[in-house]
Structure formats: structure tokens, C-alpha cells
T-cell receptor, first 112, second 114 residues
Framework: NAGVTQTPKFRILKIGQSMTLQCAQD?????MYWYRQDPGMGLKLIYY???????DKGEVPNGYNVSRSTTEDFPLRLELAAPSQTSVYFC???????????FGPGTRLTVT | AQSVSQHNHHVILSEAASLELGCNYS??????LFWYVQYPGQHLQLLLK??????LVKGIKGFEAEFIKSKFSFNLRKPSVQWSDTAEYFC????????????FGAGTRLFVKA
């Protein structure tokens, strides 16, 4: 199993540009999550999904959108990039009956 | 409000020193508690977890944590650290009142001097 994969690893965006961060898992996990990690702030939940076709907002959803058309994929969309979205983004997944989350390697995004 | 507080943001220890990282949480109802570790250049991975039963839980690499319900704490310990323990450590909590969304602490960066 590849586990949780994320692409790209690094990206620099200009203000106002848009992009999609990709996340995929091959463990047949129902739950998937997007977090952002800022220095000294820990991980903040952006969006999560409990299964294909179902998504919900987390703690910091403004400026982001998600979709979950398949169990495997959970892309995160930034429509109008802002400097405040400079961060490291982690995708995670877990089985329904387990609370252990499996994390991807992260995407380091810089918006200038 | 649900929250997790980690007492130290940065800790520097020499090899063979003992480690204790503090974690307190504010969360109603039944809780599940976790410590995750992020080694340099790697992604987060689970170190140990507490769901129920014995409040002293043992994880990988000699780490352990004790759940003290009366103190809302879940401190991480290791009797003798190694240089390879240099990493960032995150305490986390979820539970039935929060829809099982996990709340993470701000993290503690541990540097172990060889």
C-alpha cells in the first residue's frame, strides 16, 4: 500500500491564483481530512469527509473548497490564493472504527 | 471550547536524559487521546493512543503516556532519550461530543543533543 499520497510537495503561487492540492489513499478509509500546519499553531482542520459524496467544514474552511467523488480521492481547492494561506497542508485518513489517522507527506505552499 | 494545551514549545535535552512533555485538554464527554510524532522531513505518525482501560499506555520506541482524568492530562514520558528522538510531538484529542474531529495541540519541538 502507498498509504496517503499528496501532490505536489512544494508550490509557489501568486496572490489571486488558484490551485488544487491532491490527496489520495489506497487503504479504503472512509474518513479523510485536510489540515494546515502553521509554526507554533499545531494542526488546524480545514475540511473533512466521512465518505464519498459527504464533506463538512472544519475549524478554518474560509478560502478553501473540497470534493469527495470517490473513496480514494479528496482534493483541496484554493480559488483565490492569499498570503494568509501560506502553510504546510496535510491530508489524513482513517477507518470508520479506528481513531488513528494516517497522514500524507504534506504540501508546502507559499503565496506571494 | 475544545482545546489542547502543550506546556512547552521547545525542549532541549542531552542523550540519556529523561523526558516528560505536558499535555492538558479541555473536552467534554468521553475522550480518546493521542500523541503523534513528526520526525524531521517526515509526516506525522502515531506514537501512542488511549481509548479506555489502563491509563498508562505504552507506545513505540519506549515512549509511554499516562491519562489522569482528574487533571485532564495526558503527559508523554520516556526514561532515556536518544538523539533519534529529535522531532516535533503533538498531543491530540477527540471524542463523541465533537463528532470525533481531532483537536491537536500546538506541538513541542524536542532537540536531543548527542
Amino acid at each position: 500500500n502507498a498509504g496517503v499520497t499528496q501532490t505536489p510537495k512544494f508550490r509557489i503561487l501568486k496572490i489571486g491564483q488558484s490551485m488544487t492540492l491532491q490527496c489520495a489513499q489506497d487503504m479504503n478509509h472512509n474518513y479523510m481530512y485536510w489540515y494546515r500546519q502553521d509554526p507554533g499553531m499545531g494542526l488546524k482542520l480545514i475540511y473533512y469527509s466521512v465518505g464519498a459524496g459527504i464533506t463538512d467544514k472544519g475549524e478554518v474552511p474560509n478560502g478553501y473548497n473540497v470534493s469527495r467523488s470517490t473513496t480514494e480521492d479528496f482534493p483541496l481547492r484554493l480559488e483565490l490564493a492569499a498570503p494568509s494561506q501560506t502553510s504546510v497542508y496535510f491530508c489524513a485518513s482513517r477507518l470508520t472504527d479506528s481513531h488513528e489517522q494516517y497522514f500524507g507527506p504534506g504540501t508546502r505552499l507559499t503565496v506571494t | 471550547a475544545q482545546s489542547v494545551s502543550q506546556h512547552n514549545h521547545h525542549v532541549i535535552l542531552s542523550e540519556a536524559a529523561s523526558l516528560e512533555l505536558g499535555c492538558n485538554y479541555s473536552y467534554g464527554g468521553t475522550v480518546n487521546l493521542f500523541w503523534y510524532v513528526q520526525y524531521p522531513g517526515q509526516h506525522l505518525q502515531l506514537l501512542l493512543k488511549y481509548f479506555s482501560g489502563d491509563p498508562l499506555v505504552k507506545g513505540i520506541k519506549g515512549f509511554e503516556a499516562e491519562f489522569i482524568k482528574s487533571k485532564f492530562s495526558f503527559n508523554l514520558r520516556k526514561p532515556s532519550v536518544q538523539w533519534s528522538d529529535t522531532a516535533e510531538y503533538f498531543c491530540a484529542v477527540n471524542g463523541n461530543t465533537g463528532g470525533f474531529k481531532t483537536i491537536f495541540g500546538a506541538g513541542t519541538r524536542l532537540f536531543v543533543k548527542a
